[in-house]
Structures are given as C-alpha cells and as structure tokens.
C-alpha cells in the first residue's frame, strides 16, 4: 500500500465556520477517494488563522470576571475542533461512497 501525507495548513481551511465547514467537506472527500485508490492516507492540518481568530475573541471579551485563556489551550481548542469537523466529514464521506 502507498503511504501519502496531507498537510493541511490553516489557511487551507477558511476563515469564517461555514467556510471551514464546506472546505472540510471538500477535503474529506478528496481523502475518501484517495484512500479507495489504495493510499494509506496521513492527514495533518494546521490553524494558524483559526487560534489567532480565537484569541483576538478571547482578547476582545477579557476581563476581571472572564480572563482570556492561555495560548496553549486556545491551541489546543482549534487543533481539536479542526480534527473533530475533519473526522465528521470524513465519516459522512465514507458513507455517501
């Protein structure tokens, strides 16, 4: 079996939700059909745009009763978002095939 690896950088991924939404979409399917023409796909994304999106939010609505999260867990919120919308999409794909 032929191994392919698929960066997915931010960017790649929108800028607002409904965008992300759809060009996960896209993407899930791409990989689907990749994976029926015998690639082992490896997926890794990144999100860049998203975290900094998220702590501009978090920034904006900083306060005394309401701190702003650390870095690292609006690191870890996007990362984990991108993954489960991936892994969705993906899941819907292998049903629609």
Request: aromatic share 4%; no cysteine.
């Amino acid at each position: 079996m032929k191994r392919l690896v698929i960066a997915l950088g931010g960017n790649a991924l929108g800028n607002n939700p409904e965008e992300q939404l759809e060009l996960v979409k896209q993407t899930a399917k791409t990989i689907v059909d990749l994976s029926e023409e015998g690639y082992n796909v490896i997926v890794g994304h990144g999100n860049g745009p998203q975290v900094g999106n998220l702590l501009l939010q978090h920034l904006a609505a900083d306060s005394e009763k309401n701190p702003a999260f650390p870095l690292d867990s609006l690191v870890a919120m996007t990362e984990g978002s991108i993954g489960y919308w991936l892994q969705n999409a993906l899941q819907n794909a292998l049903h629609e095939e």
